[in-house]
């Protein structure tokens, strides 16, 4: 057997090895704070304190996302048996304060640029996936492993059947964080279940709503907790092998996770036989091509094989025939991170959050018009309001809340009546919108919803992957109608026609991205309908310059619009 | 649009020729010695064939061809439609643009005028001033210009296919019904080309 | 359609009418065989199945409706091949295909052999509720005997299964998305120069529209021959060609 490494071994001399600085910089390395330029101040700490000669008693460690990604460069100095403190707009004026006073002086920057450790974007949120993110070097396996990272995988290992992992993950009510919410077990069982002798796990972290980054911050923040996740369902499914699916617009997290990956094999947590097990599991990074299509599981497996990145019809599903014609599973990156917690502390723990349906914690990315734009952790259930108005600090300007769309391009609009509606599965769904994979955009007053709706489709527009017609030659019809009505030329029948068109498109499509598109019509409709009314014009108006370009790449200004 | 039906009196029917070739029209005229039927059950009160300057009220029914390709054709299309109960869009360039919509393709209509009268002609090539009417930026299908009744498609629609279709209409028209169900209509009845 | 062996013996209803199916059969398969008919465009007996065109839908009773062609028979399926609603969707589809390209039969090679001038009449499709399209795309006429017009493509995709799945040539294949989507020969060169084309001109033939013509023909002067494909695929799987006396 080969020799394996002492898990607690490697955490001890970690934390002896930290406990010998009295100071640690943690500056967010994630791609935020990174374009904000995080670099630039980690090089300004880094070269203060090697002049300061203080570097031995400070360590400067480059960090995953702390979310607040708004007020980036962020900056957390955590001194020893002492509150950390939380830097937040840091430059490099900045840092050289923080290296003279904090981490030289002792103390913390006199009327320094400091988020208070009480405000509630942090106080309101419950980490489970992102416990880590922000505190540790994401390159450095030794920083997982200190904060008790692969111990589930050595448990389950060790100490339980793959059956148990799945009754574990059935007793914590996990369901998939790509947007469908689907038993996580379920998905599982029909794994283990299936014959094969190669059997395929594959983590989706194809994640591309407009204004998400869930998953990209996992990955890029703390990319071993993704492998243990997988090596875990590969435990319990009988997988040998693992596929991380990345689009490459995410190249920090591609280079991360590869690293990660590197790491893993050489400490034999994957590998033929890992921790000296005997269970053979390994993963291999597959780089998306930039298609929106290429979420939709039929059309990932096609792409991970090098096809063209289409979807196709199931059944068969995945599990029966999936990678190279064996069983293969797909998950959400951010399902996956929750299993070590799962596995790890117990599945109670784990379904002590949340609601009666929807388990656990969901991250949200939280864009548009607040004050606090950034990722967060919440519990399922937490009323909309609290995240929008505490947590992201509510609409800048004295403007009024609007709405809130979650789900992307598949979901829908939140009006402020529905502000208190609790963020779960059944509740977004019944509003007409969806959880999706936790993009959360909101609207102020200013905003026009058929607008709205008009981006949503031009997105799907240009993702269609043109295999089907109501979505290929659809969404181009849908956005026409809407490109009329936001410009004013609309008729009335005009949105008849578009309400028909959006109905068949969802019925008929082939694969979710299609049978989704029309869902920001319907939302806006639904609740913002008087908004379109006011835009259209009687059906006998003719405005010749008035229709919309049927093709992108057609002339849009108003000239030569037709 | 009147609202009176057509019971009690002579029904009356136009013809109105837009942007097409005028084929819509001959195949009308294939109609041959139906046209003696036609003209037992409605008088032809405008269109190409009779020579009335301004398109006149109370029609009941008027089959209009061709595409709407420039301002006259919008304004004839919106006076057929003020003084029509029925109006037809008649083959396929009133249906769909057809032949005379291949010039959307091309773009910029004034780079297209400037082709044919500057460019192209033999002798003295010069812009054309207000005799030629100005072209709309796109040619339109009718219904995108004026709303519809019935639609005829076909290039042309045969003779055989305006008649069933228009007799059906003008029966009903006669006997006070409105406008039929056209339900029936098979392929000989409604096939584009 | 593979041949199948045996009798039929999967109870299923389709349309009311009560049938017996083969063990894995399709509901498209089993309509056509018990003479109840569902429009189909991408569908091509002889190639695999794509299920794009989305005009065979047909009601299970599932919360989905489900496209005939790739929806094997269970027992005691319950099956609508059309309703209402079907047929309106239908229709959509139908005025989204002729909206999205040039499909103006006047002027087509192909007019009087066209699948999809047949969909349209046959869903009573008078007029586009949507606004049409113009020219997208090029004309490829770069090969001496056949033109492809990819303004008239629906993307039904036979041109490329066939190729690949019956002449084993695969010259064709769909590059890029969305709406932007077109039939390329190679990596995108003209036809004219890909040495893997064998001339045999099955892609032409199948073409349901006038996407792929006999170079020379005139408006209404071309004429397909899909049916040709069914023959090749059931005389291969019946292995017509080999010769069996040094068997015997």
């Known amino acids: 057997m080969a020799a394996t490494i002492d898990l607690d071994d490697v955490a001890n001399v970690e934390l002896e090895a930290r406990s010998r600085f009295t100071h640690r910089a943690l500056v967010c390395t994630s ?10 101040v980690r090089a300004t700490l880094e070269a203060d304190l090697t002049e300061a000669e203080a570097d031995h008693d400070v360590q400067v460690v480059p960090t995953g996302c702390p979310g607040l990604c708004s007020r980036g460069p962020l900056v957390t100095v ?12 840091v430059d490099e004026d900045a840092a050289h304060t923080i290296v003279r006073e904090h981490l030289v002086g002792g103390a913390p920057v006199e009327g320094g640029d400091i988020v208070p450790p009480d405000i509630p974007f942090y106080a309101k949120q419950h980490q489970v996936v992102l416990a880590y993110a922000g505190r540790i070097d994401p390159d450095r396996l030794e920083d997982y492993v200190a904060e008790g990272g692969y111990r589930a995988l050595s448990k389950a290992l060790t100490s339980m059947t793959p059956e148990q992992v799945i009754e574990a993950i059935d007793a914590s009510g996990l369901r998939g964080r790509g947007g469908a919410g689907y038993p996580t077990a379920r998905k599982w069982e029909l794994l283990h279940d299936a014959p094969g002798e190669h059997k395929y796990v594959v983590a989706n972290g194809d994640e591309g709503d407009p204004g998400a980054y869930m998953d990209r911050t996992i990955m890029d923040s703390d990319p071993h907790r993704v492998l243990e996740g997988m090596a875990l369902a590969a435990y319990a499914t009988g997988a040998d092998k693992g596929y991380i699916y990345v689009r490459a617009e995410y190249p920090l997290a591609i280079e991360r996770l590869e690293r990660a990956i590197r790491a893993a094999k050489r400490a034999k947590l994957l590998g033929r036989s890992v921790l000296g097990t005997g269970f053979a599991f390994d993963i291999e990074v597959r780089v998306g091509a930039g298609a929106f299509v290429c979420g939709e599981e039929t059309a990932l497996m096609a792409s991970i094989e090098g096809r063209r990145g289409t979807p196709s019809l199931r059944p068969p599903y995945p599990t029966e025939r999936g990678l190279w014609g ?9 399902t996956l991170a929750n299993v070590p917690a799962i596995v790890g502390k117990g599945p109670e723990a784990f379904a002590a959050v949340g609601t009666e349906t929807s388990k656990g914690t969901k991250v949200f990315a939280l864009a548009g018009s607040v004050t606090n734009t950034g990722l967060i952790e919440v519990p399922m259930g937490i009323p909309l309001r609290e995240i929008v108005f505490d947590m992201a600090g509510g609409i800048p300007n004295g403007k009024a809340f609007k709405a809130a769309q979650t789900g992307g391009p598949s979901g829908g609009c939140i009006p402020a009546a529905y502000l208190d509606t609790p963020v779960d599965y059944e509740h977004l769904r019944a509003l007409g919108s969806m959880m999706g994979s936790g993009g959360l955009v909101v609207m102020d007053e200013t905003v026009k919803m058929p607008e709205v709706a008009r981006f949503y489709m031009e997105f799907c527009r240009d993702e269609s992957c043109g295999k089907c017609t109501p979505c290929r030659a659809g969404t181009v019809k849908m956005y026409a109608f809407l490109d009329r009505i936001c410009r004013g030329v609309g008729r009335k029948r005009d ?8 109905r068949t498109v969802r019925e008929t499509s082939l694969c979710g991205l299609g049978q989704s598109a029309p869902n920001p019509v319907f939302s806006t409709l639904e609740h913002f309908r008087e908004e379109y009314l006011e835009l259209l014009v009687e059906d006998e108006e003719f405005l010749p310059a008035g229709a919309a370009p049927t093709a992108p790449g057609a002339p849009t200004d108003e000239a030569g619009a037709r | 649009m009147s609202e009176h039906n057509g019971e009690g009196r002579r029904l009356r029917i136009a013809t109105a020729w837009l942007g097409g070739c005028s084929g819509c029209h001959m195949s009308f005229l294939d109609l041959d010695e139906v046209l003696f039927d036609l003209a037992e059950k409605a008088d032809l009160v405008y269109g190409p064939l009779t020579d009335v300057k301004e398109f006149p009220p109370d029609v009941d029914v008027t089959l209009v061809e061709g595409a709407v390709a420039n301002q006259d054709n919008v304004e004839l299309a919106k006076a057929v439609r003020a003084n029509t109960r029925v109006v037809v869009s008649f083959g396929d360039c009133a249906v769909t643009g057809n032949v005379t919509s291949l010039r959307n393709a ?9 082709r044919v009268y500057v460019e192209h002609p033999d002798i003295r090539g010069a812009m054309p001033t207000d005799v030629v009417p100005a072209l709309l930026p796109y040619v339109e299908a009718l219904h995108e210009v004026i709303p519809i009744d019935v639609y005829m498609p076909g290039c042309p629609p045969s003779a055989d296919r305006i008649k069933a279709t228009l007799l059906a209409l003008l029966d009903s028209l006669a006997a006070g019904e409105g406008i039929p169900s056209l339900d029936w209509r098979g392929p000989e009845d409604l096939r584009f080309g | 359609m593979s041949p199948r062996n045996g009798r039929p013996n999967v109870p299923v209803t389709i349309d009311g009418q009560d049938v017996k199916a083969f063990e894995g059969e399709s509901i498209l398969e089993l309509a056509r065989r018990v003479g109840v008919p569902i429009p189909t465009l991408c569908h091509l007996e002889g190639l695999s199945i794509h299920g794009g065109c989305r005009l065979c839908l047909v009601d299970t009773g599932d919360h989905k409706l489900k496209p005939a062609c790739a ?7 319950d099956v609508t091949t059309t309703n209402a609603e079907i047929r309106e969707h239908r229709r959509r589809i139908v005025e989204l295909l002729f909206a999205e390209g040039n499909h103006i039969c006047a002027f087509c090679v192909s007019s009087g052999s066209c699948e999809l001038q047949d969909l349209a009449t046959e869903h009573h499709v008078d007029h586009i509720h949507y606004e049409l399209g113009y020219e997208r795309h090029d004309v490829d006429a770069s090969h001496p005997k056949y033109v492809l017009d990819r303004d008239r493509c629906v993307l039904c995709t036979r041109c490329v299964r066939v190729c690949d799945e019956v002449e084993g040539a695969h010259v064709w294949d769909v590059a890029m998305r969305g709406n932007e989507a077109r039939i390329v020969a190679g990596m995108d060169i003209p036809w004219g120069e890909s040495s893997a084309c064998t001339w045999c001109g099955k892609c032409v033939v199948v073409c349901p529209t006038g996407a792929l013509s006999f170079k020379g023909r005139a408006t209404g002067e071309m004429r397909h021959d899909p049916e040709l494909v069914a023959f090749l695929a059931r005389a291969r799987d019946e292995g017509e060609w080999i010769d069996r006396r040094a068997e015997a």
């Open chain 1, 78 to 89: 955590e001194s020893r048996g002492e509150e950390s403190t939380l830097y937040q707009y």
């Open chain 2, 106 to 114: 091309l773009g910029d209509p004034a780079e297209l005028v400037r």
């Open chain 1, 495 to 502: 949105l008849q026609h578009l309400e028909s068109l959006c």
């Open chain 1, 31 to 40: 791609t935020g704070c990174l374009s904000a330029g995080a670099a630039n």
């Open chain 3, 71 to 77: 929806t094997e028979v269970t027992a005691e399926l």
């Open chain 1, 326 to 334: 064996a069983p293969t599973m797909i998950n959400n990156v951010e």
